[in-house]
């Protein structure tokens, strides 16, 4: 199983960065794909998800209105849009995946599959 994070780097408040992840070794379209972030100093928190049988999706607060989750299960890939991006949104982005069967709390209760991560700096 791999999830390979790409997008991240440097960017300034207010700016705009797209993440994407690239999934091999398992039935992509049988599992719930999101992102995770985790803060310097705090614990990983989710951030989007989302499920493809009812294409749900779910969001934390912070980011609601301002970020796009998506996939193409063709490509096994996804995507984290974030727009307006602030100081609070530094951090390490993880792409994970959970098996659906597990519900929509592996959004922000843990997931199964995690990617490495990818470093996001927003500089004010």
């Known amino acids: 199983v791999q999830l390979v994070e790409s997008g991240g780097g440097l960017v300034q408040t207010g700016g705009s960065l797209r993440l994407s992840c690239v999934a091999s070794?398992?039935?992509?379209?049988?599992?719930?794909i999101g992102w995770y972030q985790q803060a310097p100093g705090k614990e990983r928190e989710g951030v989007a998800c989302?499920?493809?049988?009812?294409?749900?999706?779910w969001y934390v607060d912070s980011v609601k209105g301002r970020s796009t989750i998506s996939r193409d299960n063709a490509k096994k890939m996804m995507a984290l849009e974030m727009h307006n991006l602030q100081v609070e949104d530094s951090g390490v982005y993880y792409c994970?995946?959970?098996?659906?069967?597990?519900?929509?709390?592996?959004?922000?209760?843990?997931?199964?599959?995690w990617g490495k991560g990818i470093l996001v700096t927003v500089s004010s």
């Open positions: 070794g398992f039935n992509f379209d049988d599992y719930i």
């Open positions: 994970t995946a959970a098996p659906a069967v597990w519900g929509m709390d592996a959004c922000y209760y843990g997931s199964d599959y």
């Open positions: 989302i499920r493809n049988s009812d294409g749900n999706i």
